[in-house]
C-alpha cells in the first residue's frame, strides 16, 4: 500500500489516515449559492404543515423567515432552528422548546423527510470530492478514510449513497449525530471517529482532518489532528485567524490534489 503525502511550503506531512466532516465538506449544502438545503428542506416542511393545520402564517412562511430563525436560534442545531420559526412567527411564546408540541413535531418530521428526498434526486458532492476520496482510499495506508459529523445518520447514508462515495467508508467508521454525546467544537467526534480505525495512539500524527466551519476545525485541532480548512462558506483569511486555524486552508479540491504526492 502505497502512503500519501501532503507537501507545501509549510508542511510535508505523511497521511496515513483521513477523516472527514460531511455538510460543506464533502456535501455542497448550498448548491445554489443563495440558501442551504437545510433551509430549503425547513421552508418545505413549514409549508407543508402550515397548509395540513391551516396556518395561514406558517402555510406562507418563507426563507427569509428561515433565515432570521437560523440566526436568531440560540443553538446551531435542528430543534433550535424550528423552534425559533415558531416563535418569530408568534405560534409559540416560550423559549422552552416543548418537543410534545404537535406543530414542532410535525415540522421535524417533515425537514427531514424533504431534505432526504433532495439528497436522494441529486448528487450534491463539491466538483472533485469523489475523485479525491478515490484517490486517497487507493493510497493511504489500509484505505483508513472516516467520518466525523453533526449530521443524522439518515442523511449521511443518503448522501454517499447518491454522491457513489458509500464505497469509500467503511459503517463502522462513520460517525454522526447519534454517535456522539456533545457537538463540535468538542472534539468528541473526531476522538471518535479516529478511535473506530482501531489505530495505535501515536498514529494520531499521521491523521489528516477535512474542515470547513470554525467549529469544526476548532474539534478537529483539540483532537490533535493536523488539519486542513476549506474556504468554501469562509474566507481563507477568516480561518486562518481563528484562535486555533487550521494547518493549512484550500479553496476547492482541484487545489488540495496538487498538495497530496505519492
Known amino acids: 500500500m502505497l502512503l500519501m503525502r501532503f ?36 421552508v418545505m416542511a413549514a409549508n407543508k404543515v402550515g397548509k395540513k393545520f391551516k396556518i395561514e402564517i406558517l402555510a406562507s412562511s418563507n426563507h427569509d423567515i428561515a433565515k432570521r430563525a437560523y440566526i436568531t436560534a440560540p443553538e446551531h442545531n435542528e430543534n433550535s432552528i424550528v423552534w425559533q420559526t415558531l416563535i418569530l412567527l408568534g405560534i409559540v411564546s416560550s423559549d422552552k422548546i416543548d418537543s410534545s408540541n404537535i406543530i414542532y413535531k410535525e415540522l421535524i418530521y417533515y425537514k427531514h423527510k424533504y431534505y432526504e428526498d433532495l439528497l436522494s434526486d441529486n448528487d450534491y458532492s463539491f466538483e472533485g470530492s469523489v475523485d479525491f476520496v478515490k484517490k486517497l482510499a487507493n493510497n493511504v495506508l489500509g484505505g483508513k478514510l472516516s467520518i466525523a459529523s453533526n449530521a443524522r445518520k439518515a442523511d449521511i447514508d443518503t448522501f454517499l449513497v447518491s454522491s457513489k462515495l458509500k464505497i469509500y467508508f467503511k459503517e463502522k467508521n462513520i460517525v454522526s449525530k447519534e454517535s456522539i454525546n456533545k457537538s463540535k467544537p468538542h472534539p468528541e467526534a473526531f476522538e471518535i471517529a479516529f ?68
Open 7 to 42: 507537501k507545501s511550503k509549510d508542511h510535508d506531512f505523511t497521511v496515513k489516515v483521513a477523516i472527514f466532516d460531511i455538510d460543506d465538506t464533502l456535501l455542497n449544502d448550498w448548491p445554489n449559492g443563495i440558501h442551504s438545503l437545510h433551509q430549503e428542506a425547513r
Open 195 to 262: 478511535n473506530t480505525l482501531n489505530l495505535r495512539p501515536q498514529d494520531k500524527q499521521y491523521v489528516c482532518a477535512f474542515e470547513d466551519h470554525p467549529r469544526g476545525i476548532e474539534s478537529a485541532k483539540q483532537a490533535g489532528l493536523f488539519t486542513l480548512g476549506f474556504a468554501i462558506r469562509h474566507t481563507k483569511k477568516e480561518l486562518l485567524s481563528l484562535k486555533n486555524p487550521p494547518d493549512f486552508v484550500y479553496s476547492n479540491y482541484k487545489e488540495l490534489f496538487n498538495y497530496f504526492i505519492k
